[in-house]
């Protein structure tokens, strides 16, 4: 029983790292027509009424419980989400993926600070290496590497806010808490924490600043009649906001939850290095981006780590 758990657990946090894997490709498309941080508010209003449809009912939380809740929404959505599109406009996509590819290092040294887990041994390391190795081949494809120190360190800082999600989430998870309805409590803060964003980024294009701000921008578009009828009314536009914030925010984060809950954060945060190998291959069939044999060497070497990072001892 408890082997058949732990398989759901792991199916869980498959289907949530193949849905996000998904996301760049959707993202892509709406940006069209949406702003990074609409995109995000939009994305995440979604997945909150998504949730309360799918478990329509309250759960009494305690009040001290309140501030976990904020944190993850905090660190794990607003900070976690808006930092990565912010640093997409200051340096290319391949050094972001890299960069927050490493946030199971993080989510394990956190741990291990804060819950007093266990979790650097040897093969961990040796694991994390070579994934980290493996994501890097897919990412660059055989481009170059171009530093930006801007970009690089806010894609740094994005890898580290979500540690600090999971840190949250294993808290919330010790307290029994639904999934769904915990998920909701913290989409419910991030949403919160947004609004003085979009209200920010409807004065900067008020203000004619919008062009200078790509990453708050454009919510100047918001206050033109005709330009909001032509992009609402695109079916695509709101199959891929429904995708994003149905699935891939409001299942996705309640799935992930749950699999961190049966198989434990750390192990399952490792296979978050498979989100650019899934964005590889859809961006292939669906962006027609080429794949090469340098890309799937290091898909090969990426699962071979994700392999070896979860042996517990050497011999």
Same mark, same amino acid.
């Given at each position: 029983?408890?082997?058949?758990?732990?398989?759901?657990?792991?199916?869980?946090?498959?289907?949530?790292?193949?849905?996000?894997?998904?996301?760049?490709?959707?993202?892509?498309?709406?940006?069209?027509?949406?702003?990074?941080?609409?995109?995000?508010?939009?994305?995440?209003?979604?997945?909150?009424?998504?949730?309360?449809?799918?478990? &329509?009912?309250?759960?009494? %939380?305690k009040?001290?419980?309140?501030?976990?809740?904020?944190?993850?929404?905090?660190?794990?959505?607003?900070?976690?989400?808006?930092?990565?599109?912010?640093?997409?406009?200051?340096?290319?996509?391949?050094?972001?993926?890299?960069?927050?590819?490493?946030? #199971?290092?993080?989510? *394990?040294?956190?741990?291990?600070?804060?819950?007093?887990?266990?979790?650097?041994? &040897?093969?961990?390391?040796?694991?994390?290496v070579?994934?980290?190795?493996?994501?890097?081949?897919?990412?660059?494809?055989?481009?170059?590497?171009?530093?930006? &120190?801007?970009?690089d360190?806010?894609?740094?800082? @994005?890898?580290?806010?979500?540690?600090?999600?999971?840190?949250?989430?294993?808290?919330?998870?010790?307290?029994k808490?639904? #999934? %769904?309805?915990?998920?909701?409590?913290?989409f419910f803060?991030?949403?919160?924490?947004?609004? &003085?964003?979009?209200?920010?980024?409807?004065?900067?294009?008020?203000?004619?600043?919008?062009?200078?701000?790509?990453?708050? *921008?454009?919510?100047?578009?918001?206050?033109? *009649? *005709?330009?909001?009828?032509?992009?609402?009314?695109n #079916?695509?536009?709101?199959?891929?906001?429904?995708?994003?914030?149905?699935?891939? @925010?409001?299942?996705?984060?309640?799935?992930?939850?749950?699999?961190?809950?049966?198989?434990?954060?750390?192990?399952?945060?490792?296979?978050?290095?498979?989100? #650019?190998?899934?964005?590889?291959?859809?961006?292939?069939?669906?962006?027609?981006?080429? %794949?090469?044999?340098?890309?799937?060497?290091?898909?090969?070497?990426?699962?071979?780590?994700?392999?070896?990072?979860?042996?517990r001892?050497?011999?």
């Amino acid at each position: 029983m408890n082997k058949n758990k732990k398989v759901f657990g792991y199916f869980l946090a498959t289907i949530s790292i193949f849905f996000w894997g998904i996301t760049f490709i959707c993202t892509k498309y709406l940006l069209n027509d949406f702003s990074s941080l609409e995109i995000l508010f939009f994305r995440f209003l979604l997945a909150y009424c998504g949730l309360w449809v799918m478990r &329509p009912k309250t759960q009494k %939380i305690k009040r001290g419980d309140n501030i976990y809740f904020a944190l993850a929404g905090l660190s794990g959505v607003v900070l976690y989400q808006f930092s990565e599109n912010i640093a997409i406009h200051f340096t290319n996509a391949s050094n972001v993926s890299v960069i927050v590819s490493i946030c #199971p290092l993080f989510t *394990a040294i956190i741990a291990q600070i804060f819950l007093k887990e266990k979790h650097l041994t &040897p093969w961990f390391l040796v694991g994390f290496v070579l994934s980290i190795t493996g994501v890097a081949l897919v990412c660059f494809n055989g481009q170059s590497m171009e530093l930006n &120190p801007k970009g690089d360190l806010l894609a740094l800082f @994005s890898a580290i806010c979500w540690g600090f999600y999971s840190l949250f989430v294993s808290i919330i998870n010790k307290k029994k808490y639904d #999934p %769904i309805c915990a998920t909701r409590r913290v989409f419910f803060y991030a949403v919160l924490f947004m609004i &003085p964003l979009c209200v920010s980024g409807i004065f900067i294009g008020q203000t004619g600043n919008a062009a200078h701000n790509g990453f708050l *921008a454009s919510m100047s578009v918001s206050l033109d *009649a *005709a330009k909001n009828v032509a992009r609402f009314s695109n #079916p695509m536009n709101w199959v891929n906001l429904v995708f994003l914030g149905v699935l891939a @925010s409001g299942f996705c984060f309640s799935a992930w939850n749950k699999a961190c809950n049966i198989v434990g954060t750390v192990k399952v945060s490792c296979g978050l290095y498979l989100i #650019p190998v899934v964005t590889i291959v859809f961006a292939f069939f669906a962006l027609g981006e080429k %794949i090469t044999v340098l890309g799937l060497i290091g898909t090969v070497i990426t699962i071979t780590g994700l392999f070896i990072s979860g042996k517990r001892k050497m011999r």
